[in-house]
């Protein structure tokens, strides 16, 4: 298989490149040469529709006109026949797959070149199931690919370099596919995803029948509705339905600008806030359900920010919004700063200025119905080839959610501002975090005071009893009265450091303590100090 793989591999690629010398050559024009590069990367096979998929997400790595087309790459193959299928789920289940299923689809509901899917009966329940089964000799080919792409890579490495960074993309392309093609981690991909949007009422996320479940196989819950491609497709052929707020597809009816707003808080609710999100949301992963809820399928590739990945990204929707481009190159710079790229020069940033502000100008105008944020992203990325500045990867995979998107404002609601959609969520996650970074400064600048004063109190104390003997304050006829005050001092004292230390153990109560011994210590001083005076 190896030498075959590789013949193929090595002559495809030589075809692309000869295409894209054309390219530099100015005979065709880069829009074309994106399109031949979907074709060819579509008839490799899997792995490298995969490569396309994610080198339509990363306009760092290649150019915006290559990107586009790569967009629609078509992950689909020839289908199993039925007696394969069988071959495997009983491979897969241990046992004849009708003492399983009472009822297995002859035809698969999807194809892919990984998987394909059967919709079947569970006997015992009654209940209507996918079967995801992976196709014969997948993860074979995947890994013989991969061995040929870093063989390849280390001898054209030295020419590529430059252009690409190579070998972290195949690293990369390593990683995700062999999370994709684990379909026991897929099914724990739902299990969060149904965690995340546990109380939000309009989504939908399958069941996964785990004790059917295993590498190969995925057994989820069957959702009957129709797929937004479908919609698309609909109004595509019917372009009255355009102007029509409610629309019926199959029995279903579809308010269109509810179905836009509930996306779009399904998107913001995962990048805004859990930081947890589908990668891979094209409309034929997306079920319209017969109760109108929304439903994810296809979890093979999902993304997971950081906490301040998430804060970043608020921030740069926010500076779109607000058109601040110094704020957001800055944003951008920082970021960098902690993956370890160097600061760019003086020249650098005022060039990296002008891009920022030409690109916001461009995009972000006053009359303006629908800002185009997928366009602007792409765009963004572009820094890589004009600046040798990185955008955040992270920003590229949720391109792809904002897409989903666009195309659905596109299609559903041709007024409807994404980026005005986001700015309630935007707003709302900047104060919370504004007030966390508040507190946070205040408690520690509270914390340094007090434990400098906790450090203190000793030597304080010290100086405060040997002023008191050194005025004979002790051996008056109020003594007795006034040792008792002395006693509660001390101990109201003594409270304000336990406050102090006691924050190791519980903060809670130590501030109780704190607050508390403080104001009590405050009145017994003060009275101590009246009374002697008096």
């Avoid at 040792?483 to 230390?501: E, P, Q």
């Amino acid at each position: 298989m190896f030498i075959s793989r590789f013949f193929r591999i090595f002559f495809g690629f030589y075809q692309i490149f000869r295409q894209h010398n054309k390219v530099e050559k100015g005979l065709i024009t880069k829009d074309a040469f994106g399109r031949f590069l979907k074709m060819k990367l579509e008839q490799l096979g899997p792995t490298f529709i995969k490569v396309g998929q994610i080198l339509s997400l990363r306009p760092d790595l290649v150019p915006v006109e290559y990107c586009m087309p790569l967009r629609d790459l078509l992950d689909k193959t020839e289908e199993m026949d039925l007696e394969e299928v069988m071959y495997i789920l009983k491979k897969e289940l241990g046992r004849k797959p009708k003492d399983v299923f009472s009822h297995i689809s002859k035809r698969p509901v999807a194809s892919a070149s990984i998987a394909q899917v059967h919709k079947a009966r569970i006997k015992d329940s009654n209940e209507f199931v996918a079967l995801k089964i992976k196709k014969p000799n997948v993860e074979k080919i995947i890994r013989t690919d991969v061995a040929i792409l870093k063989f390849l890579n280390t001898v054209f490495y030295p020419l590529i370099q430059r252009r690409i960074n190579s070998r972290s993309f195949i690293n990369d392309l390593q990683s995700v596919l062999d999370k994709e093609v684990d379909f026991s981690k897929e099914g724990s991909n739902v299990e969060r995803f149904k965690e995340v949007f546990k109380d939000i009422h309009f989504v939908k996320t399958p069941k996964i029948y785990w004790e059917y479940t295993s590498r190969n196989l995925l057994v989820m819950e069957f959702i009957p509705g129709i797929t937004l491609k479908k919609v698309f497709h609909t109004i595509d052929t019917n372009p009255e339905l355009r102007n029509h707020e409610t629309i019926e597809i199959d029995g279903i009816i579809i308010h269109k600008r509810k179905l836009a707003q509930k996306l779009i808080q399904v998107v913001a609710h995962s990048i805004f806030d859990a930081g947890f999100f589908h990668a891979d949301p094209h409309p034929a992963n997306i079920i319209l359900t017969l109760d109108n809820k929304v439903a994810y399928i296809d979890f093979g590739m999902v993304g997971d920010m950081l906490n301040n990945e998430k804060i970043l990204f608020r921030e740069i929707v926010y500076c779109i919004g607000i058109k601040d481009e110094e704020k957001l190159l800055q944003l951008l710079i920082e970021y960098n700063k902690t993956l370890g790229y160097p600061s760019p020069d003086k020249t650098t940033i005022l060039h990296l200025k002008h891009f920022m502000h030409d690109i916001l100008s461009d995009f972000v105008t006053s009359d303006q119905k629908n800002f185009p944020i997928t366009k602007f992203m792409y765009t963004l990325g572009s820094m890589s080839f004009k600046f040798s500045f990185p955008p955040p990867s992270f920003l590229m995979l949720i391109t792809k959610q904002i897409f989903t998107l666009e195309g659905l404002a596109g299609y559903l609601i041709p007024d409807l501002n994404v980026i005005n959609e986001f700015q309630p969520y935007v707003y709302s996650f900047r104060t919370k975090d504004s007030f966390k970074k508040f507190t946070n400064e205040k408690m520690a600048k509270f914390l340094d005071e007090t434990t400098t004063l906790g450090m203190n109190l000793p030597e304080s104390l010290n100086i405060l009893l040997q002023n008191i003997k050194q005025e004979g304050l002790v051996n008056t006829p109020h003594a007795p009265f006034f040792n008792r005050k002395l006693v509660f001092s001390i101990t109201a004292l003594y409270l304000v450091f336990l406050g102090i230390v006691l924050p190791s153990f519980h903060v809670t109560f130590a501030l109780l303590i704190l607050c508390w011994g403080s104001i009590i210590a405050m009145i017994l001083i003060l009275y101590l100090l009246l009374y002697n005076h008096g």
